[in-house]
Structures are given as structure tokens and as C-alpha cells.
């Protein structure tokens, strides 16, 4: 879905709370899953919110959109 949108990204394993999420970082936003398939999103460095426990298409429509947001706000 990223690249469809012209974001280029690479997922990335960070260890939260002793769990590895896979984790997209672009433009100093994140989104990322944790192990449960929970949806997360939050600027890099900031507060974690979880979009949806599960994921599921919806969930990971918003977060790509959560990113081309920082596209919109850069240009």
C-alpha cells in the first residue's frame, strides 16, 4: 500500500515493553504492529496510539493515510 502511494519505506523491528513490533517510519511519523497485530501510530520519538487491537484492512488504510498526512504538511 506504501508504495502504490510513492512512500518508500523499510519496516524495521523495534523491541516495546520486551515484544519486537515491526515498525514504518517516514517524514518523522510512525506506524507500526505489535506482536497481537494491534495497529499503532505516533510521531517518531512521541506517544503511541493504538488505531485498531487487530489488523485488519481499515486499520491499515489508516495508518498509511496517518503517513501521507506528513506528505500533505510537508508540501
Not at 506517544?47 to 489508516?62: E, G, P
Request: aromatic content about 8%; proline content about 4%; charged content about 20%.
Amino acid at each position: 500500500m506504501l508504495r502504490s502511494r510513492g512512500v518508500e519505506t523499510d519496516a524495521g523491528i523495534v523491541v516495546i515493553a520486551g515484544e519486537p513490533w515491526e515498525v514504518f517510519e517516514y517524514e518523522m511519523r510512525c506506524i507500526a504492529i505489535d506482536p497481537d497485530s494491534g495497529v499503532w501510530i505516533g510521531p517518531s520519538g512521541g506517544q503511541w496510539a493504538c488505531i485498531d487491537k487487530s489488523c485488519t484492512v481499515s486499520s491499515a488504510l489508516q495508518a498509511v493515510e496517518f503517513l501521507m498526512n506528513a506528505l500533505e504538511t510537508r508540501s
